[in-house]
């Protein structure tokens, strides 16, 4: 047998990835169950709510034909159902703006791969939806933090002139964002257009909880911003709207034809989104937005309980979200992530404990969020004002020990 000349180890790209706290609490999640604890997880961003019934009788109709593979874009009703659901948050689009992919995730590699080259400076207001950091490693980026402004509202036009570099060839912003909620108004996002037409660079825009708003309409697009058709790239999905998170279906979406040529091939390589997936959404995308009212509507009550049950733990601040279904909150204890870790392996109250997140994966500015937890309000309010009354109790006896 021939010498090898390398070790049969995973590449230096797969090693780029950086080490998550949040794969590392998994396991103690799992062993918490296996002692009989039951574990709210209130760490995933995965909807408990019942999605329209349109997507649950297309996939009761779906048939032989449904079977082949779509065209690389999209197949067609798919694209022009993204067409209509657009034209009714006032963006008029046409179809080869358009690409269907398999949920935000994969227009997020589409859109990273298309506007930024290794090396390239990619700036990032913190806090990010964590696999960003992910996203922009294995891509070869170089991830530059944007402090967001005060109590995490958008970063200033002139925070981010101070901050770009000539290297910096894309900002990704998230509207709703997940984990602050943070919603950009019209303004933020033509004061912060202008900065990427002054200096050369792409809005990549993630507007995957666009309707999940409390106070006001819908987030608005960054594509309904005038004069920067060349710049903008938009990231979709129905995951969250429609709470289909496992049907996979997203969009890439911008006037930029260069751009959306050049993810089309990409798409090509991967030849298809499943057909099924994309017939099972064309409803939902096409009808009027009252499914997506009620969603709202309940996510505000959670968010609500969620703000309350924490206002009531002593040395905790919440920050309230503008939109999307998470709460940031600031916890009076030194490592988030050791606070989690205890929760899971160590407390319970009646046999139930509580898994949070903690943020330092969602900056890339070392040491902070350390003391931070994202709460995703995935369940009704009475089971969410339970699992903060648990992390209060938590709190109290943890903070006993230390
Ligand atoms: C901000 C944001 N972008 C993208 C995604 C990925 O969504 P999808 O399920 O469409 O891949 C998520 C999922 O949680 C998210 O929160």
Request: with cysteine.
């Amino acid at each position: 047998m021939p010498a090898s000349s390398r070790d049969m180890t995973p590449s230096a790209r797969a090693g780029r990835l950086p080490a998550s706290p949040i794969r590392r609490l998994a396991p103690l999640a799992d062993a918490a169950r296996e002692r009989g604890i039951h574990v709210h997880h209130l760490n995933i961003g995965q909807p408990d709510l019942a999605p329209p019934d349109s997507v649950l009788r297309a996939l009761e109709d779906a048939s032989s034909e449904s079977l082949v593979y779509a065209p690389a874009r999209g197949s067609s009703d798919a694209v022009s159902a993204w067409q209509i659901y657009y034209s009714h948050h006032s963006v008029e689009l046409e179809l080869d703006d358009i690409l269907v992919t398999n949920g935000a995730s994969e227009a997020l590699m589409l859109a990273l791969l298309t506007t930024c080259d290794p090396g390239d400076d990619i700036l990032l207001p913190e806090p990010f939806y964590a696999p960003y950091k992910g996203l922009i490693a294995i891509t070869g980026l170089n991830p530059v933090a944007v402090p967001s402004g005060p109590d995490l509202t958008p970063p200033s036009a002139d925070t981010v002139r101070e901050i770009v570099t000539p290297n910096t060839s894309a900002m990704l912003i998230c509207t709703p964002s997940n984990p602050a909620g943070t919603v950009y108004g019209q303004n933020d996002l033509s004061d912060l257009g202008a900065v990427a037409v002054e200096n050369g660079f792409f809005l990549l825009s993630d507007e995957t909880y666009r309707e999940i708003v409390f106070d006001g309409p819908a987030a608005p697009s960054a594509l309904a911003i005038p004069g920067l058709d060349d710049h903008v790239v938009v990231i979709d999905s129905v995951s969250k709207r429609f709470n289909v998170c496992g049907l996979r279906i997203g969009s890439l979406v911008s006037r930029n034809r260069a751009i959306m040529n050049a993810a089309l091939e990409i798409a090509e390589l991967r030849l298809a989104v499943p057909m099924i997936d994309q017939r099972a959404v064309v409803s939902a995308l096409t009808a009027p937005r009252p499914y997506v009212d009620t969603v709202v509507d309940e996510y505000r009550k959670r968010r609500d309980a969620v703000l309350e049950g924490l206002r009531t733990i002593p040395g905790v601040t919440a920050h309230p979200p503008a939109g999307a279904f998470y709460v940031v909150a600031d916890l009076p204890v030194a490592d988030a992530e050791s606070f989690a870790a205890w929760m899971l392996s160590e407390f319970a109250l009646d046999d139930e404990t509580v898994m949070l997140t903690p943020m330092s994966d969602f900056y890339a500015t070392p040491g902070r969020g350390v003391n931070q937890v994202r709460i995703a309000c995935v369940f009704d309010a009475d089971t969410l004002a339970r699992a903060i009354e648990i992390v209060g109790q938590g709190l109290s006896v943890y903070r006993g020990e230390s």
